[in-house]
């Protein structure tokens, strides 16, 4: 993350952006199989704003499309 804000290169905010993504929803998983543990909340709510930061930042720094990069 640090390497792509330092280069001003949003591409290189997708994968750990991607990342935290999918830690966000296998939590969120894990919370509907088997319920609620003591302190659930904290670690959800620091990735989903990191995924949300990350967003931003892929949107507002210079990036080719998604388009450009998939193929």
């Known amino acids: 993350m ?3 804000a330092w280069r001003r290169n949003g591409d290189l905010l997708l994968v750990p952006g991607l990342l935290f993504g999918v830690a966000l929803l296998g ?3 894990d919370l509907v199989l088997a319920g609620a543990y003591p302190g659930w909340p904290q670690p959800m709510a620091v990735e989903a704003l990191h995924v949300l930061v990350l967003g931003a930042a892929w949107r507002m720094l210079p990036h080719h499309r ?3 990069l998939a193929g």
Do not use: D, K, S
């Open 66 to 68: 998604v388009e450009e």
């Open 2 to 4: 640090m390497v792509g």
């Open 27 to 29: 939590r969120a998983l």
